[in-house]
């Protein structure tokens, strides 16, 4: 069983993971805001890595069926009707709608993973049922790859913290010596010694949940470390995020 | 006081850097051969980015003044008169020479350090020296930058902890909580935790140290755990690696 983590998507090439099944997780915001897109009814997320790819490929889509979603600097970007909030995903808003969505640093990690199968999304508020998924694609593929997306560029906190209980729960600790784990799989485990379940204390001590609450959106950190809110596991495949099929 | 610690060059923008302290570390093995180098009597180190780029910047030097050292896949790469052990840095070899050298990690790490000031060279094998050095720039200049090469562009344990060894040293445990640090310093001292003072024990669980064993390279492992061999810390400048005069 081989467990690769990355810190950021910055050291990801296209070989590395084609074809492989790999975890995207940005607790803070964009894997969250996804999971609470598509379980108030989005019909699917369309990730751009940057703000004018996003308007780019909403302008190619009918104009009452697509919602624009961003951020910069952790603000909803001029002209689009959303931010990178999940608590804005109600199903009132994105029912049936499409979401073209441009954010700093997870939007890019998603497209990162476009060559992998499975893409799955992950993220505290689906944290169970991700787990479930990805450990059947551990037994069937042999392998899984953790992607975090990281902020500005950098290792965060959060979501190494989130990699870390990812791996915990995938290779139980008995099996961990033989399991083939990267440097980084391995320093995430040890912010789980440190931290140990408490998701809300380990993404509160992070660099984004200050700034979040800097900003006045500390009502997104805690709607982030809501654990197991959802039971989707939302997937990536042919440019979309959606939820599959699994009649 | 701020501390940023990097675990790879890639998210490293020339802005970030610019004029600031960076201190550069590549335990296995590029920080390490250069400190060797350098204490043996290189005159200095030339680091390229690529094997080709080493050739064209040999060719640009006196024959008998230069030698070639590098590394492709951990060994020497062909045609070079060294590869990137700290062993082959002996005084006979190197004495007056200037080394240009290109390794798949350390040297890309260096040169992107290149708009920092200073640009301070960090190992195990030099680290009290290092520690002091990269002390008078943190007090002189506000801040302090660790940049670590990481493995292959990804996170490598052995530099990441060795930034926590730096981290602990440049900011005691009674400041750390009024200290400025990234979510990366945050992680890099949770290794110190788990490892304590145990330079072999960290840098033996890396990914990198495992492949050095496996390749016939155990020697340079342990060379390069040796602490306070030397009490230089070799600088960049003006595209060389030197020991700046400080008389």
């Not at 790999?22 to 607790?27: A, Q």
């Not at 989005?42 to 004018?52: C, D, H, I, M």
């Not at 791996?167 to 961990?176: N, W, Y």
């Amino acid at each position: 069983m081989k467990l690769t983590v990355y810190f950021t998507p910055l050291g990801v090439t296209p070989n590395a993971i084609a074809g492989k099944p790999v975890l995207v997780i940005d607790v803070l915001r964009t894997t969250t805001t996804i999971v609470s897109a598509l379980a108030n009814g989005a019909k699917a997320v369309l990730p751009a890595p940057t703000a004018e790819e996003a308007l780019r490929l909403a302008g190619n889509l009918e104009r009452d069926a697509v919602l624009l979603a961003g951020e910069r600097g952790m603000q909803r970007i001029e002209g689009f009707a959303l931010g990178n909030s999940p608590l804005e995903m109600t199903s009132e808003t994105v029912s049936g709608k499409t979401i073209v969505m441009a954010t700093t640093n997870g939007t890019g990690a998603v497209v990162a993973a476009e060559p992998a199968r499975p893409v799955l999304i992950g993220a505290v508020t689906n944290f169970s049922a991700a787990v479930q998924r990805a450990q059947a694609a551990f037994e069937d593929q042999g392998e899984m790859i953790v992607l975090c997306s990281g902020r500005e560029r950098m290792f965060a906190l959060e979501d190494a913290y989130a990699a870390g209980r990812f791996a915990q729960a995938l290779i139980p600790g008995r099996q961990r010596r033989s399991a083939e784990l990267n440097d980084a799989a391995f320093a995430a485990l040890e912010l789980v010694r440190r931290y140990g379940d408490k998701w809300k204390r380990a993404v509160s001590a992070s660099n984004a949940a200050r700034a979040l609450k800097g900003v006045g959106l500390k009502a997104d950190v805690a709607a982030a470390t809501e654990v197991d809110c959802y039971s989707i596991v939302p997937e990536y495949a042919g440019r979309l995020v959606t939820l599959p099929d699994r009649g």
